[in-house]
């Protein structure tokens, strides 16, 4: 199932706090133009509670090729607030099985450019092209 749509999308960067995530996933995800994503750590959500923010976002992106306790809190927020979740993660990495409580939609990366093609792709509508 991709999730695409027809107007901006407001989308929610989960990520832990372990990874250099400005070089990873902030600067890349901003390059995928008409959607809206929101990163936690980004001046726009430094002093905004982060449920509020789940609670009003189209889609929860959620980078898990780490463990982290914060994120699966945004992720079990998201999940009982009904927005839907896709994760995605670094090749090579098993992320917790956890993940499959709140999400059938797991997809794989090897590097930046292969992160924003699949984000690309599951905001595409089908049959068009980017």
């Known amino acids: 199932m991709l999730f695409w749509y027809h107007y901006t999308m407001r989308i929610y960067v989960s990520h832990p706090s372990s990874i250099p995530c400005v070089d ?13 994503f929101l990163f936690p ?25 780490a463990p982290s306790t914060g994120q699966g809190i945004e992720l079990g927020w ?26 059938d939609q797991v997809r794989t990366y090897r590097d930046r450019d292969e992160l924003v093609q699949q984000v690309r792709e599951l905001l595409t509508p089908h049959g068009a092209t980017s």
């Open 24 to 36: 990873e996933l902030y600067l890349p995800l901003e390059a995928i133009e008409g959607h809206d």
């Open 41 to 65: 750590h980004g001046p726009d959500l430094e002093k905004v509670h982060t449920k509020a923010v789940i609670d009003g976002v189209d889609l929860v992106l959620a980078e898990v090729s």
């Open 78 to 103: 998201a999940d009982a607030a009904g927005v839907p979740v896709v994760a995605i993660h670094k090749e090579g990495v098993s992320p917790s099985r956890s993940i499959r409580r709140v999400t």
